[in-house]
C-alpha cells in the first residue's frame, strides 16, 4: 500500500490503528484537510479498505503491522520520513486485553505483558523513534481512557496500561517543554473495542467515535497547553459562540484558585470526586497548575510552584496564599479602589500579566477572612481567555 504522490510543504500525520473506530474517523478528518497520512492496524484487509478511501483524498501510506514491534516500527519511521518529517503523531492503537474482562487476581500476566507493550511501550517507542523527524510545533496525542483514572472492577490490565501510558506522557511534557504533548481522553465510543468490553450487551447509546474527532482538531490545529483533555468536552467547548454570554453586573466570573501542597490528589479529588472535567493545564519544570470548569464558575489548582510564580507576577512578592478568589471585571483598578475603601488591602497596583490581562491582588479586610487574597482581573487583550 503505498502513497499516493506527496507535494512540498504541508502537514504530516502518523496514526497508529486507523483501521476502523477513532482511528480512521480522525484520519478522514485529516485527509478532508490534506493532511500526509501514515498509518497502520494488524489487519492487513481493512487497512487496504481504509487506505483506498483515504487516497482518494490525500497521499497516503498504510501498513500492516503490531505496533508492539520495532521492525514494523521502524517502517512506519521510514515512510514518515519519506514525507519529510511529522506534524503530528497519534499514538492511538491499542488493545483492550481478554474479553471477557478478568479481575486482577485471575489476569493472565502474558496478556498483560501485551497489552503493556502495545498500549505503554509502543507509543513511547515511536516517540523515541521519530523525534528526531518532529517540525516544529508538532503534537503528540497519546490517546488514553477514563480506565487510567477511574479504579473500575474488571479494568485492572487495561486501565493500568492507560495510566501508565498518562503518568509516561505527563512527565514527556515535563521533559520537553518545548513540545505539545497530549494525553486525550476520547470519552465512550461506539467501536469494536468498546462492543469487546461488553461482549453480547447493547452498545448503541454509545456516541459514534466522529463526536471526538473535534476536540482532537483542536488539539492538532489549535494552541493548547500540554495537558490532558477529554476530547467530547474539548469539542463541546470548540463548538461554543465565541460571543460572552451577557452578564447583569460588573463581574463576568469568578475563579477559585485553591494552592496545594499534594497537587496530584488535590486535582484528582475534585475532578474524581465532582466529575469536573480539565479545561486547561500547566505543567512546568516544577509548576503545576489545573483549571476545571464548574458550572458557572472555575476551580484551579495549583501547586507552591505556580503560585509563586503567579505571585511574583502580580505582586512581586514570595510568600504562597493558599485561598485566592479572582473575579473578572471590566474596571480592575476602579474596582480595588472600592474594595480598599471597605476594608481590603491592596498588594499591588494593576500589574500587566504575560497573559495580557491588568490584575490587581487585594487582601481581604480582617474577619473575612483574612488569609484569603483576591485578585481583580481585566482582560486587557481582547483574544485572552476568559474566567
Ligand atoms: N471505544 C471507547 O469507548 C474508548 C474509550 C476510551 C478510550 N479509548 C481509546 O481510544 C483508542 C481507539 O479505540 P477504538 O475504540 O477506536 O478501538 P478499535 O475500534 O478497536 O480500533 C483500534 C484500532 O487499532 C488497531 N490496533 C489494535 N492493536 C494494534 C496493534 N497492536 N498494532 C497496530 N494496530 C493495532 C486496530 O486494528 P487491528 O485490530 O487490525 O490491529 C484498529 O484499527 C484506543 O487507544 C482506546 O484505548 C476508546
Do not use: C
Not at 67 to 79: C, F, K, N, T, W
Not at 190 to 199: E, G, L, N, S, Y
Not at 308 to 331: C, H, K, P, S, Y
Amino acid at each position: 500500500m503505498g502513497a499516493s504522490g506527496t507535494t512540498g510543504l504541508q502537514r504530516t500525520a502518523l496514526i497508529t490503528g486507523a483501521s476502523r473506530g477513532l482511528g480512521l474517523v480522525l484520519a478522514r478528518a485529516l485527509a478532508a484537510q490534506g493532511w500526509h497520512l501514515v498509518l497502520d492496524a494488524r489487519g492487513a484487509e481493512a487497512l487496504e479498505a481504509a487506505h483506498a478511501e483515504l487516497a482518494k483524498m490525500t497521499a497516503v501510506v498504510a501498513i500492516a503491522g503490531d505496533v508492539g514491534d520495532s521492525a514494523h516500527r521502524a517502517r512506519l519511521a521510514e515512510a514518515v520520513r519519506a514525507f519529510g518529517g511529522l506534524d503530528a503523531l497519534v499514538n492511538n492503537a491499542s488493545v483492550l486485553g481478554p474479553s471477557p474482562r478478568p479481575n486482577l487476581l485471575e489476569y493472565p500476566l502474558d496478556a498483560l505483558e501485551t497489552v503493556f507493550r502495545v498500549n505503554v511501550l509502543a507509543p513511547l517507542a515511536l516517540v523515541q523513534t521519530l523525534a528526531g523527524d518532529l517540525k516544529p510545533g508538532a503534537r503528540i496525542l497519546n490517546v488514553t481512557s477514563d480506565a487510567a483514572v477511574q479504579p473500575y472492577a474488571g479494568w485492572g490490565g487495561y486501565g493500568a496500561s492507560k495510566a501508565a501510558l498518562e503518568q509516561l506522557t505527563a512527565i514527556l511534557a515535563a521533559e520537553r517543554p518545548d513540545w505539545r504533548v497530549y494525553w486525550v481522553d476520547p470519552g465512550d465510543m461506539r467501536t469494536q473495542m468498546q462492543q469487546d468490553a461488553f461482549p453480547g450487551e447493547d452498545i448503541s447509546d454509545r456516541p459514534l467515535p466522529d463526536a471526538s474527532v473535534p476536540g482532537f482538531l483542536a488539539l492538532l490545529t489549535g494552541d493548547l497547553p500540554s495537558g490532558r483533555y477529554q476530547a467530547q468536552a474539548l469539542a463541546a467547548t470548540q463548538g461554543a459562540s465565541p460571543a460572552p454570554a451577557p452578564h447583569p453586573g460588573p463581574v463576568h466570573g469568578m475563579r477559585l484558585v485553591l494552592t496545594v501542597p499534594d497537587f496530584e490528589r488535590a486535582a484528582e479529588f475534585y475532578r474524581d470526586g465532582l466529575g469536573l472535567e480539565a479545561a486547561e493545564q500547566w505543567i512546568g519544570p516544577e509548576s503545576k497548575g489545573i483549571l476545571f470548569r464548574a458550572g458557572k464558575a472555575s476551580l484551579e489548582i495549583v501547586n507552591a510552584a505556580q503560585a509563586a510564580e503567579v505571585n511574583g507576577i502580580e505582586t512581586g512578592r514570595q510568600g504562597v496564599g493558599m485561598v485566592r478568589l479572582a473575579f473578572r471585571v471590566d474596571d480592575s483598578a476602579g474596582m480595588a479602589t472600592r474594595l480598599v475603601e471597605r476594608g481590603a488591602r491592596a498588594l499591588s497596583e494593576a500589574v500587566m500579566t504575560p497573559w495580557g490581562h491588568l490584575n490587581v491582588r487585594l487582601q481581604a479586610p480582617d474577619g473575612l477572612p483574612q488569609d484569603i487574597e483576591l485578585t481583580l482581573s481585566q482582560v486587557a487583550a481582547p483574544e485572552a481567555e476568559s474566567v
